[in-house]
């Protein structure tokens, strides 16, 4: 069974930082191409950063320059380290992972940036 955990979610004050971390279990890790997204309440869902096995990634240009995105095959793991936040990068974190056999997402942690 596929399960992806996310962990690291909080309440934090505009400029600081938080680290998310995802651990995922039931997939061979390698074989996914891993995302995060978030989403806030009455919008879309939207893709904040991606990463392939190799290492490979992708930044939604509203993030570009304040997250990094890395994963660990060995395990099974997949961060992502968010500085400078502002108020408007409130919102549940997702991890996602997807390759041609489907996609699992996570049940998603809360990221509130406010003072």
């Known amino acids: 069974q596929v399960q992806l955990v996310e962990s690291g979610g909080g309440l934090v004050q505009p400029g600081e930082s938080l680290r998310l971390s995802c651990a995922v279990s039931?997939?061979?890790?390698?074989?996914?191409?891993m995302a995060w997204y978030r989403q806030v309440p009455g919008k879309q869902r939207e893709l904040v950063a991606g990463?392939?096995?190799?290492?490979?990634?992708y930044y939604a240009e509203f993030v570009k320059g304040r997250f990094t995105i890395s994963r660990d095959n060995a395990r099974n793991t997949m961060h992502i380290q968010m500085n400078s936040l502002k108020p408007e990068d409130t919102a549940v974190y997702y991890c996602?992972?997807?390759?041609?056999?489907?996609?699992?997402w996570g049940q998603g942690t809360q990221v509130t940036v406010s003072s």
């Open positions: 996602n992972a997807v390759n041609f056999r489907g996609s699992s």
């Open positions: 039931g997939i061979i890790f390698s074989d996914y191409y």
């Open positions: 990463i392939s096995s190799a290492g490979v990634t």
